[in-house]
């Protein structure tokens, strides 16, 4: 159960949002600009609402009325970012164990690297990496963080045609496996339609639909907004 | 073949032993700051910025004097110490001390480029990841700057090694304690006869400044820039 | 535009052109004196016994001062505290030979703070000043080879057989009265100074005079600096020599000039 209710304000731009949904998979849908990366942010605490309340499975990461405001490293979440952020200085073993929580199972490391067949290169750093390879690095240390939900930012973006395919691939598997909450950035329609259950549409930062992925897939709005995102997909 | 004479010597081992003492004094308090500087924001950030700066701007005479009433026997501080048996005053812990104010504000201005020049959006996912902020800033942030570590380590150094005004002021000289090799070249300088004797300190205290810039600019200009943030 | 901007930067030129030969017309004389000379000089400065307008007066080490003027600082005279400084600083070139005449002299004392218990004297060896010193104390005193306070305090010591024991315990300065200050300020116990020094300070008390055949004469030895040497500097050297002068000197604790020994 994801509950969203937030106001946000970020410069020029304002915010607002309101939605609850307990679909398992949900995409935050919507050209750039719109809103969504902001939204991820402010679940994962980097940035603070102005009032509302961001809950997932009833346990409240942030609550204006309810004085609660959890700092980032106690939402435990699993955030994947657009820019991958791996830790230039450690190698790719060390960076997908940093966020790991000490009682865990030297076969969940395992499985992980097995799932997102990153054995090949653990002894390397990220600089001599692809853009694939740093993507699914990136999510497995957010995987290995054993986390309560999983954020993913705009996971295929950048991605030249054959590593999309490759991690479009991972994260498909990824949700056949685990049962983790996940909540989805995209502009990309068909990332959404792979991966999502529930779609909700942002546009110019409110709230424009929310519904189950067959019905945005058919919809004339869904496809609609598929032209939109694709031309006005700027950086 | 002897380079320097004994007293020389002596002074030169002094003027080591002072400011790698005043230097790794210094580093902790500078570090603390220099993040304070970086990284948060608080009211009155701007005076507290001018106040670290100070020995850098300040005479060094009057930095001396200043420490000589603080530290100095019967002063705020150096009253205390005296009790506990560890006063500082004309001794080579004194000399430390005042190569370490000295050389500080430097150590903070380099350290805190070094921080700064780290990017946020790491230190922020290590945060998502659960770090809490010492993990955050020993894990990541200090790690990643390393080389404008250095380079603010070298050239406190060299600061804290060419050290005089403050320290003749504070603890005098006293050879053997408080004779550093700046106040040492400072005698010889001012004794008939002792030309040939300063122009040996004088290259010494060359070589040492050239070793510490080029440190300092191998650290800085391969450290380079780290992908600046959009 | 462009016309006007060259006339402005003319005028500018010319300006300052004008400016700098006012300045320098009107420039008052510099007297490089040594630390001890401060009060007195000062003083006789503000009371305009040394001419109008009054003299712009330089203190530091003797040692100091003399090496500054060997590398063309821009003294009008000098006032050394001891013979050796001025001896090189003439070796250099430096001084108006001619017109060298010996000042002033002055007596080492050994000091303490006005409100210290101990009387010590320097008739029974180096064991009272120890024992005044305790645990922790130190002998504030002038550079020893370099400041002239500092190396004749060294040679009475020596001659009093007291240096060797001293010297560790000793806590040296860049000049005079710097040793002064710090007896002041309470940061040593004793200290070796001038006796001008000593009355000049309320703060000090006197606890004994060094001998003075225990050292060599001090003697304040003052010249004109080569290329500055013209009526107004001889006018400013009469006054310092005058019996107006002395008077002040005196009052300040210095003594008439030593006689020469050769």
Redesign the interface.
């Known amino acids: 159960m994801i509950e969203l209710d937030l106001a946000l304000q970020r410069g020029e731009f304002s915010l607002e949002l309101a939605l609850q949904s307990p679909a398992r998979a949900l995409a935050l849908f919507g050209p750039s600009g719109c809103g969504k990366t902001s939204t991820l942010l402010a679940i994962a605490g980097l940035l603070c609402p102005r009032r509302g309340r961001i809950a997932i499975d009833g346990h409240a990461l942030f609550d204006a009325d309810g004085n609660v405001d959890l700092p980032p490293a106690r939402r435990n979440l699993g955030v994947v970012f657009q820019d991958a952020r791996l830790f230039p200085h450690l190698s790719v073993r060390d960076n997908l164990r940093y966020g790991m929580p000490h009682a865990v199972v030297k076969d969940a490391f395992d499985d992980v690297v097995q799932l997102l067949e990153l054995s090949a290169f653990l002894k390397r750093k990220p600089g001599q990496l692809s853009g694939g390879q740093i993507r699914r690095v990136a999510i497995g240390r957010a995987l290995l963080r054993q986390p309560q939900a999983l954020l993913l930012d705009e996971p295929l973006a950048n991605l030249h045609r054959e590593a999309r395919a490759e991690v479009l691939e991972h994260l498909r598997g990824l949700k056949r496996g685990f049962a983790l909450s996940t909540i989805l950035v995209s502009h990309q329609a068909d990332e959404v339609i792979a991966l999502a259950d529930s779609v909700a549409l942002i546009e110019d930062g409110r709230l424009a639909a929310l519904e189950s992925t067959e019905a945005f897939k058919s919809s004339s709005a869904g496809a609609g907004v598929l032209v939109a995102a694709n031309a006005c997909a700027t950086g | 073949m002897h380079l320097l004479t004994p007293a020389e010597t002596v002074a030169l081992a002094l003027s080591f032993k002072v400011s790698l003492v005043g230097v790794a004094c210094s580093l902790p308090v500078a570090v603390g700051c220099a993040w304070l500087l970086a990284r948060t924001r608080f009211f009155g950030k701007p005076v507290f910025e001018g106040l670290l700066l100070l020995p850098l701007i300040l005479p060094p005479v009057v930095t001396g004097y200043v420490l000589l009433i603080v530290f100095g026997h019967h002063g705020a501080i150096g009253r205390l110490l005296d009790e506990a048996g560890l006063s500082i005053a004309f001794r080579w812990t004194g000399a430390a001390l005042a190569a370490a104010v000295m050389a500080f504000p430097l150590l903070v201005v380099a350290l805190r480029n070094a921080f700064e020049s780290v990017d946020r959006k790491l230190e922020n996912a290590a945060a998502t990841l659960g770090a809490g902020a010492w993990r955050v800033f020993f894990g990541i942030t200090l790690p990643l700057s390393a080389r404008g570590l250095v380079a603010g380590l070298a050239l406190a150094f060299a600061r804290a090694f060419g050290e005089f005004g403050a320290t003749i002021t504070f603890v005098s000289s006293i050879p053997g304690q408080t004779r550093t090799l700046p106040i040492a070249l400072y005698e010889l300088i001012s004794t008939p006869g002792g030309e040939s004797g300063a122009l040996r300190l004088t290259l010494v205290a060359v070589v040492i400044a050239v070793i510490a810039s080029l440190i300092a600019a191998l650290m800085l200009l391969r450290g380079g820039t780290r992908e600046a943030e959009a | 535009m462009r016309r006007i901007q060259r006339l402005v930067a003319c005028v500018m030129v010319v300006a300052t052109g004008a400016l700098a030969a006012a300045m320098a017309a009107a420039a008052p004389p510099t007297i490089f004196a040594a630390a001890s000379l401060e009060p007195a000089l000062d003083q006789l400065a503000h009371d305009g016994a040394l001419g109008s307008p009054a003299p712009r007066l330089v203190f530091a ?1 003797s ?2 001062l003399a ?1 500054q003027i060997e590398n063309g600082a821009p003294a009008d005279v000098f006032i050394s505290a001891d013979e ?1 400084w001025m001896d ?1 600083v003439a070796r250099h070139g430096a001084i108006v030979s001619s017109t060298r005449t010996d000042l002033l002299g002055n007596v080492l004392v050994l000091i303490a703070s006005a409100d210290a218990h101990a009387t010590v004297g320097l008739a029974h060896g180096p064991a009272p000043l120890l024992a005044a010193l305790g645990k ?1 104390g ?1 002998l ?1 005193i002038a ?1 020893p ?3 002239p306070a500092g190396i004749y305090a060294k040679q009475a010591l020596t001659e009093l057989g007291m240096w060797q024991r001293l010297e560790p315990r ?5 000049d005079v009265r ?1 040793a002064l200050n ?1 007896v002041v ?3 040593c116990p004793l200290g070796i100074v001038y006796r001008s020094d000593a009355l000049s300070e309320p703060r000090v008390k006197v606890l004994a005079t060094l001998p003075p055949a225990s050292h060599k004469p001090i003697a304040y030895p003052v010249a004109i600096v080569t290329g500055h040497d013209d009526a107004a500097m001889r006018t400013l050297l009469a006054a310092l020599e005058s019996r107006q002068a002395h008077e002040v000197f005196r009052r300040w604790g210095f003594d008439a000039p030593p006689r020469r020994q050769h």
């Open positions: 080490a040692s100091a090496r050796r090189d922790d130190r504030a550079l080879d370099s400041v000793m806590a040296m300065t860049r710097a710090l300020l309470g940061q």
